[in-house]
């Protein structure tokens, strides 16, 4: 089975990311598995995780649930030797993908 390897970063300039990092639908939202923080600072906080398909349309709904946050996203299924990034904000997603 195929496993992205995910990286998210919460940038939050309104105080919000504290609440976020404590509320657990948005790990159930994006399919997170194996989740833990790496960083947890005032206005930025980082978390890794593993999602049995891609979290993109998760990140969406995600993103709409806080529209007060940036969510910058970089993930990767390494089986197929491919890498993206996204970018969220209020349900919005700039979205890219490498072949390597």
Known sequence: MTMWKCRLTLVDL????ST???SRGWIKTLGARHFEWLELAAKRHVCQFETALPP???LRKVS???P???LLLDYEDETRRIKDLAKAKAGQVE?????Y
Not at 95 to 99: N, R, T, V
């Open 56 to 58: 993109v349309e998760g």
């Open 64 to 66: 709409r649930r806080w």
């Open 95 to 99: 979205h890219c993908e490498f072949a």
């Open 14 to 17: 309104k105080g919000t990311a």
């Open 20 to 22: 976020f990092a404590g």
């Open 68 to 70: 007060q946050l940036t």
